[in-house]
């Protein structure tokens, strides 16, 4: 009989509650934006996490953070896990810190297990996933692979108008002494756990979900120019309210965007009206459209149909198109997922193979090493809401799945 490697379930999920901590929200949830004070106390409840246990950890130019153990064999390229720590502004206690604890877990039940691999296994914990605070997301790991200039990562602006560049540097000024790397370097595989954010684990009422790919996405910011003026005076052919001509376009959006197989996923996720009053007709809106789909044909086909259609109702108004974001649908890779399977296996959990519907990290690293994916069930499906919730069983089973194919794939 195989020893299984030993993983502690109550550590993890006591982790989980303590990186909740920071950030926490009235109603369960977590509000860790990128770059922000909690961000910088959660990566450094995670290095004081590492360096108790006698690990290195150091950080790169887009403020990713890395644990390292040493390999037999460190020439070779480490085996990576890891997700992130940023959250939504209303986010849950799972999404991103679920993939970061569960490599970390994995990592000290191998180092205390006493076991030997030839390549380091590194934990990765990747900077500003989400993209909510600064656009677009999934800088730490975009910028690594190379796939988004870092410089177009730093000069992103959130909605105070702090810099990415200012806010990357107020939280590695708190980190005086760790090293810095340079960007990017050979990975021999990355795996990254994760809650499903979607219904079909927890109906199937199976513990862990074998990933194989993810859709792709697009992202737009619209903004439409008009004219402010006074609501009770200025009659119809006057007006240029940038409104009435936004509001049009999200309803030939909505419409272009429905399709019957409900297959595309179509979100206005932000709306501003400027400047806001009641009794002054809108000058300026501006909007994000978050677009997905699996299939790289209608990505195209309906993502580059979007300046056309706001075009054609921007009435008296002007709009300006930017396509902040694009990531083509991806499939993981064949050897991972073999090394995940082998690895359930070993730790005698069902399975379930299905795609992923949101972004991750792990989207970027498959463009430059082997990766793959392990989804756990949240309840109901519920994600991006503080009710987001997991089971600390369903969290063990992920994360004994991802230990077992780590070692595998950082003995092979
Ligand atoms: C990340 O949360 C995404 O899929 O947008
Ligand atoms: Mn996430
Ligand atoms: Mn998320
Ligand atoms: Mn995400």
């Known amino acids: 009989m195989t020893t299984l490697i030993p993983i502690d379930q109550g550590r ?66 480490p085996v990576m896990a890891g997700s992130h720590l940023d959250t939504q502004p209303t986010g849950g206690k799972f ?26 296994i590194e934990v990765v914990s ?3 996933e989400e993209g909510s605070r600064f656009q677009p997301g999934c800088s730490g790991s975009s910028a690594f692979t190379g796939a988004v200039p870092l410089e177009q990562h730093l000069e992103a602006v959130d909605r105070d108008g702090i810099t990415a560049r200012d806010a990357l540097a107020a939280v590695l000024s708190t980190e005086r002494g760790m090293p810095m790397r340079p960007l990017g370097f050979p990975v021999a595989a990355f795996l990254e756990c994760h809650i499903e954010q979607g219904p079909k684990l927890e109906e199937a009422g199976v513990p862990v979900g074998i ?23 200025t009659p ?18 909505e419409r272009l965007m429905f399709d019957e197989e409900d297959r595309v996923r179509f979100t206005v996720g932000r709306f501003e ?13 501006f909007f994000t459209i978050d677009f997905r789909h699996p299939e790289a044909s209608t990505l195209k086909r309906l993502g580059d149909q979007v300046d056309a259609v706001c075009r054609a109702h921007v ?11 694009h990531s083509l649908p991806a499939d993981f890779d064949a050897n991972v997922i073999a090394a995940m399977r082998k690895a359930a296996d070993l730790v005698g959990v069902r399975t379930l193979d299905l795609p992923s519907g949101a972004l991750h990290d792990a989207k970027f690293l498959q463009e430059v090493c082997p990766s793959g994916m392990i989804f756990v069930p949240c309840e109901k499906g519920i994600s991006h809401n503080e009710a987001e919730n997991a089971k600390p069983e369903d969290l063990a089973s992920g994360a004994r799945v991802l230990a077992e194919a780590l070692a595998i794939l950082a003995n092979s």
């Open 12 to 77: 993890l999920w006591k982790r989980h509650m303590a990186m909740a901590q920071i950030g926490a929200l009235p109603n369960g949830g977590v509000n860790r934006p990128a770059l922000s004070q909690g961000d910088a106390q959660s990566r450094s409840l995670l290095a004081r996490w590492a360096e108790e246990l006698g690990f290195s950890v150091e950080t790169d130019p887009i403020g990713n953070l890395f644990i390292h153990r040493p390999g037999t064999d460190e020439t070779l390229p």
């Open 95 to 120: 999404d991103g810190a679920f993939g970061v604890l569960a490599a970390f877990e994995a990592l000290q039940a191998i180092h205390e297990a006493g076991i030997a691999t030839r390549h380091p």
């Open 126 to 128: 990747w900077t500003n």
């Open 211 to 233: 990933v194989t790919g993810i859709q792709g996405s697009r992202w737009f910011a619209i903004e439409v120019q008009g004219d402010e003026a006074h609501a009770g005076t």
């Open 236 to 253: 119809r052919r006057n007006r240029r309210d940038a409104l009435s001509a936004a509001i049009s376009m999200v309803a030939a959006l």
């Open 273 to 285: 009206v400027s400047p806001g009053s009641p009794n002054t007709i809108p000058g300026r809106v």
């Open 315 to 325: 009435g008296p108004c002007s709009v300006t198109i930017t396509e902040t974001f």
